[in-house]
Structure formats: C-alpha cells, structure tokens
C-alpha cells in the first residue's frame, strides 16, 4: 500500500491486515463518536471492525488509498488507523485525510501526528493541489485536529445524512505551513 512501512516519530504505519479486526472492535464499544460517522451502530463491534476494515481492502484494491494501521513504537500496540482516502464530494472526486483512534488513545496528539504525516505525504509524494476532511459538524476534537494541521473550515455540507464540515488545506498553504 502507498504508505507502508512508513514512520512518524511515534508511529509505526502500515496496511491493515484482517488480524487488525479484534483490535478495531474495540474502537465500536462505549465510543461517543460513533454518531459522527455515518455507520450503523445497531450491528455489534465485531460486524462493524470487519466491514470497516473489508472496505479498506476494497480501497486498497481499486487504488483508492485507504486507512493505514497506527502501530506505537513505543508498545507495539495497535493505536487506530488514518490514512488518504479518496471521497466523491458534491460529485467532484476529493482526496480526504480520514483519521480515527481507539478511544483510550484520545488527546495524546497521535491523531494529529498521523494526521499531519499523510497532509504531507499527500503534498510530497501525491502531487495534489489540496486535501480535505469531512468532519461532523458536532465533532470538536476531529476539527482540532484538522486545525492544528493547517486545515480551515471551507464550508458545510450534507454528506451521507449528516451535516459535515468540509475542512481544506490548500498546497499554497502546506508551503507556507512548512517553510
């Protein structure tokens, strides 16, 4: 996968495998952002772990980036996933960067810093003019997160049944972010 292999400083990034699942369904039990998401909270962890990630294999195949495991370097532990993943938005085909952890893991920046790696590898290795974020407009901690890596709020849309924020990061701004 693109970014397999790869390394924040305190991250380990590679593909996900099916072994990932046990861990994911962790991330669908007593998580209160699981309405931001558009999913179906009504089918247990386990279903929701193996759909979540299945459709990543299915990105991966079709070349359409796709989440990447967070591994911490320190522990060896699977932390949540992030990665580049490509959206269709108001019928024009986006490149977004999508990043979720397992609850535990919350306000220790690694979102961020995951986050900020795939912004990066998107402008370096991707060429891209801009990548976006979908976040839920009631989703205060994923909107820190795409403000602390240089992303503004560009405008608010309705995207699968709920009201999201579009938040971009343009490569005119990336460079002025990096210099």
Known sequence: ?????KSTNR??????ERSDISAWKEFFINNPSLPYLGIDISKSPEENAKEWIEFQF???AENRYGHHAL???????????CGLLTQSIDDKQEIEIGYSLLP???GNGYATEAARFFRDFGFEHEKLDHIISVI????MASQKVAENNGMARNRQIKYHDLDVYIYQVT???WNRLIL
């Open 1 to 5: 996968m693109y970014a397999n292999g």
């Open 11 to 16: 991250l380990f990034i590679r593909k996900l």
């Open 58 to 60: 299915k990105r991966y």
């Open 71 to 81: 591994i911490s370097k320190e522990t060896g532990g699977f932390l949540g996933m």
């Open 104 to 106: 535990k893991y919350w």
């Open 136 to 139: 839920d407009i009631r989703n």
């Open 171 to 173: 490569r005119i701004d």
